[in-house]
């Protein structure tokens, strides 16, 4: 399967790219180090696409998950904040984190749902204004861990708000934006599988609010 093909490649430049940039560099070499965790960063990108891609095939097929197991929100969240910083940085977005205190575990695949809040915080940094704020809240709900990720972005028109979440799905919003538009599909789709619901709640000019649930550990 052509995913596979490209993901042990990927992994081994993904393997190399680490072993370089843990290796001392003196000062001259700055550059080169720079260069080093931007291929990094990129790499992994890719590495989370294909990753997501096989969720995709294997959740459509009907497959179920295999790698659940209790897990603690708030460590993803901060796990999945940490990669996406570079990227929030660069439009100087600041990214905020408020929890509920005591939260159960979740019963998840952690990889999953880590993909999943890498797409929502990536999607919140790409249409965040420059100065912007992402405010990211977790609370428990009943038998669910409630998520929400706010952006002060444009906005999604409520008649759109639907379609962004449909495989290859192309709203005005995104029209200019690139991508493959599988994002949110493959949100969907792992949340869904695990028994939660996801949503978006918005108006143009007043950013948006992307949510999901998760259960918790019986």
């Known amino acids: ?11 081994t430049i993904v393997a ?22 931007v291929a990094q ?3 992994k990108r890719i590495q989370h696409l294909v990753d997501s891609l ?16 209790p897990a603690s929100m708030k460590a993803i969240v901060d796990e999945a904040v940490g990669l996406i910083l570079p990227m929030a940085e660069i439009k100087s977005v600041r990214v905020i ?13 952690e990889e999953m749902i880590l993909r999943v809040l890498i797409n929502l915080l990536e999607n919140a940094v790409k249409f965040s204004r420059v100065q912007g704020t992402i405010r990211i ?31 290859y799905g ?20 792992a949340v869904n599988s695990h028994g939660g619901q996801i949503w978006v709640e918005s108006k143009p000019g007043t950013g948006a609010v992307f949510k999901f649930t998760l259960p918790t550990v019986d």
């Open 137 to 167: 809240t977790l609370n428990q709900q009943a038998d669910m861990i409630l998520t929400a990720i706010r952006d002060d972005g444009p906005g999604i028109a409520p008649d759109e708000q639907e379609l962004i979440f449909e495989k």
């Open 16 to 37: 190399s790219l680490e072993v370089l940039s843990s290796l001392p560099i003196g000062a001259q070499d700055a550059t080169a180090q720079s260069m080093i965790e």
């Open 97 to 109: 984190t408020r929890t509920d205190t005591n939260l159960p575990q979740v019963d998840i695949d």
């Open 54 to 69: 096989l969720d995709i095939n294997r959740l459509e097929s009907g497959q179920e998950i295999g790698n659940r197991a």
């Open 170 to 189: 192309r709203p005005n919003i995104l029209a200019d934006g690139g991508g493959l538009g599988l994002g949110l599909s493959y949100c969907r789709l």
């Open 1 to 11: 399967m052509v995913y596979h093909d490209i993901r042990s490649p990927l992994s």
């Open 41 to 43: 960063r990129s790499a």
